[in-house]
């Protein structure tokens, strides 16, 4: 009997502390015990994003003596090279997305479709290419389509007049931002394609319904949410970067302005405009921001249909 009361000496003496833990010191502990290995990375996230973007903000709205003013945002919103900077970024955005989705669509009901070799031979050419960007790509679009690069002389000794765009042109960056974003486009809706099922396609063909109903009724509204998300990743993604265009543009006179491109003017050592560097990148995030709340928004109303 005393070893059976010693035995459960420690037991009782563990259910007394839990008891005297009060609820509060319950939850939070049971909270640190959930997030303990998650700590070091949101430690470190808050180190390397929050702090900077808060910094970020702070200096966009602030002076040079270190009082608060919008005279930085006036200042930039007042200024045509600012403006045409922040429209040129969001329009490259916009088309470059546009044509993605114009493209990206056929080919991930295409690859959807394929058998399971051709399937994972495309999606391994697609993951290629979806990852080859910044300097590397932007040497690569000159090597190729340069006014001495490899296909412009190709098709020239072939007898073909091809001019090919500007590097530092609008149209120039779209044809090199596409060369990753085309197979980025289908790397993210392929899965959703991939889930439409074909026993809905029978089933809309037993009642005698069309292709095009089915896909007014049943396809497009399915999908319909992955693709618009698809898109707005897309236009978030290209408006924020930076290596390319700084490859293909860099301080050419003449290029196509961009945010991106305004900014590495800046770090690149010119102190003009350098007061309009903090709200080029407040734009940026809160385009980001904006964009990817959207995009959360839209693809928790498509996963209803799948789930």
Same mark, same amino acid.
């Given at each position: 009997m005393?070893?059976m009361?010693s035995?459960?000496? *420690?037991?009782l003496?563990v259910? =007394?502390?839990e008891?005297? /833990?009060?609820?509060a =010191? %319950?939850?939070i502990s049971?909270?640190?015990?959930d ?8 430690l470190v996230?808050? %180190?390397?994003l929050l $702090?900077?973007?808060?910094?970020m903000v ?7 003596d270190?009082? /608060?003013t919008l ?7 007042s200024?045509k090279?600012?403006v045409s900077?922040?429209?040129?970024s969001l329009?490259?955005?916009f088309t470059?997305?546009?044509i993605?989705?114009?493209?990206g $669509?056929?080919?991930?009901l ?5 058998p399971? @070799?051709?399937?994972? /031979? ?8 979806s ?7 932007? @040497?690569g679009?000159?090597?190729?389509l340069g006014t001495?690069g490899?296909?412009?002389l ?6 073909i007049? @091809?001019? *090919?765009p500007? !590097? ?6 779209v044809l090199?931002?596409e060369?990753?974003?085309?197979p ?5 809706t392929l ?7 074909t026993?809905?396609w029978?089933?809309? !063909?037993?009642?005698?319904?069309s292709? =095009? !109903?089915?896909?007014?009724h049943?396809?497009?509204?399915i999908?319909g949410p992955f ?10 993604w ?5 290596g ?12 196509f302005?961009?945010?991106?491109l305004?900014m590495?003017?800046s770090?690149?050592g ?7 560097m903090?709200?080029y990148?407040?734009?940026l995030?809160?385009?980001a921001? /904006?964009?990817?709340g959207?995009? !959360?928004?839209i693809?928790?109303r498509? %996963?209803r249909?799948?789930?």
């Amino acid at each position: 009997m005393h070893r059976m009361r010693s035995a459960n000496t *420690p037991s009782l003496a563990v259910k =007394a502390g839990e008891g005297s /833990l009060s609820p509060a =010191a %319950t939850r939070i502990s049971a909270f640190l015990g959930d997030w303990a290995l998650a700590l070091p990375l949101i430690l470190v996230a808050g %180190t390397v994003l929050l $702090i900077p973007c808060f910094a970020m903000v702070l200096s966009s709205f602030s002076a040079a003596d270190g009082s /608060l003013t919008l005279k930085n945002w006036i200042d930039t919103f007042s200024s045509k090279s600012a403006v045409s900077a922040i429209t040129g970024s969001l329009l490259l955005g916009f088309t470059v997305a546009t044509i993605a989705a114009a493209v990206g $669509i056929p080919l991930s009901l295409i690859i959807a479709r394929m058998p399971g @070799f051709g399937r994972s /031979l495309n999606m391994g050419i697609l993951n290629v290419a979806s990852h080859f960007g910044g300097i590397g790509l932007g @040497f690569g679009f000159i090597a190729a389509l340069g006014t001495y690069g490899m296909v412009t002389l190709s098709l020239n000794a072939l007898g073909i007049p @091809f001019v *090919p765009p500007k !590097q530092n042109s609008f149209w120039g960056l779209v044809l090199a931002y596409e060369y990753s974003n085309i197979p980025l486009f289908v790397i993210l809706t392929l899965p959703a394609v991939a889930a439409l099922k074909t026993e809905w396609w029978e089933a809309a !063909q037993t009642a005698s319904a069309s292709r =095009a !109903q089915f896909w007014r009724h049943i396809g497009l509204p399915i999908l319909g949410p992955f693709f618009i998300g698809s898109w707005l990743l897309i236009f978030t993604w290209a408006v924020g970067l930076y290596g390319l265009p700084v490859a293909l543009n860099g301080s050419a006179p003449g290029s196509f302005r961009l945010i991106t491109l305004e900014m590495a003017k800046s770090l690149t050592g010119s102190f003009f405009g350098k007061n309009y560097m903090p709200v080029y990148a407040v734009v940026l995030m809160l385009s980001a921001g /904006l964009t990817l709340g959207c995009y !959360q928004f839209i693809l928790r109303r498509g %996963t209803r249909w799948l789930s």
